[in-house]
């Protein structure tokens, strides 16, 4: 996943040429994420932004002669959503947990939220 991202962001001739076939196929997000300041923030964006595109992603890398093995194995691709998923639950608990005014009672319901999101 990374060398896809990579591949197209640390080339601006690759990132002009995706982002003009996103607006071709008219996607809802106009472009990959590359990085963000706060890292685990970025993270979280940038696994979810390359879910939600991984099928121009694939096209864009075979158009690019650089095909991805793991964008066609549909086993890595559940794995992916499940990391996406885990990943956006803990942005929301470290949220919570970092929110202002927030008291040391509230922390267990907090963190029993989480685990209950983790077995769904």
């Excluded at 963000?36 to 932004?49: I, K």
Aim: proline share 3%.
């Amino acid at each position: 996943m990374m060398s896809c991202i990579n591949f197209v962001k640390s080339r601006g001739f690759n990132s002009c040429q995706f982002k003009e076939l996103l607006n071709d196929l008219d996607p809802e997000y106009g472009d990959l994420v590359y990085h963000c300041e706060v890292w685990w923030l970025s993270h979280g964006n940038m696994l979810m932004r390359f879910y939600e595109l991984w099928d121009e992603v694939k096209q864009f890398m075979e158009m690019k002669g650089k095909p991805v093995r793991e964008l066609n194995d549909s086993k890595w691709l559940c794995n992916l959503a499940f990391t996406v998923d885990t990943t956006k639950y803990l942005s929301e608990l470290n949220i919570k947990l970092q929110s202002p005014n927030q008291l040391l009672s509230s922390l267990p319901s907090n963190m029993k939220s989480f685990e209950a999101k983790l077995r769904l």
